[in-house]
């Protein structure tokens, strides 16, 4: 089983839709967790961090579940720019706090 | 929110040769430094973790002798890619972190595009 997992998608929805990512790990002994954003052919970029009690940021919604061991990705109102792959990232525990990245979700969004 | 730049930004390379990939954290300084290597539609893969003055820590499957990693400096990291093949025509991204929490947000360099022929 792989450390982290995502379903590659794509989703393809209509603007304004409200579109959710789920991300799966294995180590239950992850620390953190973050959603990156990745354009086409450039590097990924920090979304939002995501927290235990779950946190919000514009039309962002992140929450973490650590029974079930997944995140979860939430994006309301969706905009053609918002079209992108989401990049799931745990850090596992450890001295270095190494970071895994997921596949990645692929989200196309279309007027 | 802090800068990563890599230099070259794309090469191509005959192969057998080598090519040297610079990153560098311009803002802040970082203590550990990640490279990573991405292929068409694929996740992000992490090649090695690169910590200030001691030798990079590589994952499994990553040769070291092929891809070789110098920490020399708080805010340089480079990468060499030996005897370049076509198979390592990839993606190469670096990211420097700006502390050792596991909160502390990592920054990713804009990445190299290497292409052997």
């Known amino acids: 089983r792989k450390e982290v997992e995502q379903d590659p998608g794509p989703f393809n929805v209509p603007e304004g839709a409200t579109v959710a990512f789920n991300c799966t790990y294995s180590n239950s002994a992850s620390q953190s967790f973050f959603w990156y954003r990745q354009d086409c052919r450039k590097e990924p970029k920090l979304l939002m961090s995501v927290y235990s009690s779950g946190n919000e940021d514009g039309r962002f919604t992140a929450q973490l579940n650590r029974a079930s061991q997944y995140i979860s990705l939430l994006i309301r109102d969706s905009k053609l720019s918002d079209s992108a792959t989401y990049l799931c990232?745990?850090?596992?525990?450890?001295?270095?706090?190494?970071?895994?990245f997921g596949r990645g979700t692929s989200l196309i969004v279309h007027p | 929110g802090a800068v990563v730049s890599q230099h070259p930004s794309w090469v191509i390379c005959k192969s057998g040769t080598s090519v040297k990939i610079e990153c560098r954290s311009l803002d802040f300084q970082a203590t550990t430094m990640f490279w990573y290597r991405q292929f068409p539609k694929q996740s992000l893969m992490l090649m090695a973790t690169?910590?200030?003055?001691?030798?990079?820590?590589?994952e499994q499957g990553v040769e070291k002798d092929k891809f070789l990693i110098n920490h020399a400096s708080l805010t340089l990291s480079t990468l060499t890619v030996t005897s370049a093949h076509p198979e390592d025509s990839s993606f190469y991204i670096c990211?420097?972190?700006?502390?050792?929490?596991?909160?502390?947000?990592?920054?990713f360099g804009p990445g190299t595009r290497l292409t052997v022929l």
């Open positions: 990211s420097a972190r700006t502390g050792v929490a596991s909160t502390d947000t990592q920054y």
């Open positions: 690169s910590n200030e003055g001691s030798k990079a820590t590589y």
């Open positions: 990232v745990v850090k596992r525990s450890g001295g270095s706090y190494i970071p895994t």
